[in-house]
């Protein structure tokens, strides 16, 4: 069963800016880099494909697409209760998440514009993308009375120095795994229409278009670098990364079934869908993937999800301290022991079922 955690009432900056959910292991981060070792990577090996893809991203296919049409001029007070805090609670995250990924994309172009000129033109292109998203989900939060300042988040959120080879991993499996995201609820929501209580749902199909370019040009640059998976290091990074991804993706999930439920969406068979479809996906950059078809894999990650709606509960309780702290040990402990014993399953070579899946 799952047992997700209460949606509060959101707090205020000021009147009709809504303060940014406090920073955790789940919300989504900004992020910050070795510039100049991106700027020194070397792509020619793959220069066609690179050139490709950023040719499909300066189409621009969906310039006309982030135009809000009549629908959304309405009063949408008849979206209240649960169901609007956590409606409002899908937007912010996503917002903040496309927002993160402009900044970091706009800093990339600009650092590379005079170093590497190629590189640079494809980062524009998705910063441009990733700033039409976050405008247009924060446009959205202004029919429930609310917006975030953007400005506010540029200044005032921490930013997180990953390496080079850790941002192209991370970005690859974030726009795929939102490209499921999207496509799945869409292709839902359009067999069931009656669930689709507010317009954004029908700009998903085009929109998760975006997030799948985005995941192509990261593919290249994964592909183009040998030491993202040719070797036993980027094999143990890897499924590191998927992991990470995977583990966030059901505890955001789970956590939050309010939001699926409303939409006629069951929480777990959509975690399910979603992540197995990204690992599939994953075979066509990364050496090796996850193991989801393993009995016990959707299980571990289930129960992790389990563990930290405690952990939370225990951190809102008014107990002492230490009484907290020996609470919350056996419950972390058993986490990282579910989490490892899915590390350590043997993975599937992609490399082996290449043909199969490209």
């Not at 070795?34 to 020619?44: H, Y």
């Not at 650092?111 to 190629?118: G, Q």
């Amino acid at each position: 069963m799952v047992k997700s955690l209460q949606t509060l009432e959101p707090e205020m900056l000021k009147p009709g800016v809504k303060a940014p959910v406090k920073e955790t292991l789940l919300t989504p981060r900004f992020y910050t880099t070795d510039f100049e070792a991106i700027a020194q990577m070397d792509f020619s090996g793959h220069e066609s494909e690179l050139k490709a893809v950023i040719e499909e991203l300066k189409s621009d296919y969906n310039r006309h697409h982030f135009v809000r049409s009549e629908e959304f001029e309405k009063c949408w007070d008849s979206i209240d209760g649960e169901k609007r805090l956590a409606f409002i609670e899908f937007l912010e995250r996503s917002c903040t998440s496309e927002f993160s990924g402009f900044l970091l994309f706009k800093e990339l172009s600009r650092r590379l514009k005079n170093k590497n000129p190629l590189l640079a033109e494809g980062f524009g292109y998705l910063s441009r993308d990733e700033a039409r998203h976050a405008g247009f989900l924060n446009k959205a939060m202004s029919d429930f009375n609310l917006s975030l300042d953007l400005g506010y988040l540029t200044k005032n959120r921490t930013y997180t120095f990953f390496p080079p080879e850790w941002v192209i991993y991370t970005v690859y499996l974030s726009e795929k795994i939102g490209y499921w995201r999207y496509i799945i609820m869409f292709r839902h929501l359009e067999s069931h229409p009656e669930n689709q209580f507010y317009p954004l749902f029908r700009y998903f199909e085009s929109w998760c278009q975006d997030e799948n370019r985005h995941g192509d040009f990261f593919k290249v640059l994964v592909r183009s670098q040998g030491k993202l998976y040719d070797n036993w290091k980027a094999r143990l990074w890897v499924r590191f990364f998927l992991l990470s991804v995977f583990a966030t993706h059901t505890l955001t999930v789970l956590e939050r079934s309010t939001f699926y439920d409303s939409v006629g969406l069951d929480a777990r068979q959509y975690n399910i869908d979603v992540i197995e479809k990204t690992n599939e996906t994953a075979a066509r950059a990364f050496p090796v993937i996850l193991n989801t078809k393993h009995p016990d894999f959707f299980r571990r990650l289930e129960k992790c999800s389990e563990n930290n709606v405690k952990l939370t509960e225990i951190n809102n309780s008014n107990r002492p301290k230490i009484v907290k702290l020996f609470q919350k040990v056996p419950l972390i402990a058993s986490t990282v022991g579910h989490l490892l014993r899915i590390y350590l399953t043997k993975p599937i070579d992609a490399e082996a079922t290449r043909e199969m899946v490209c």
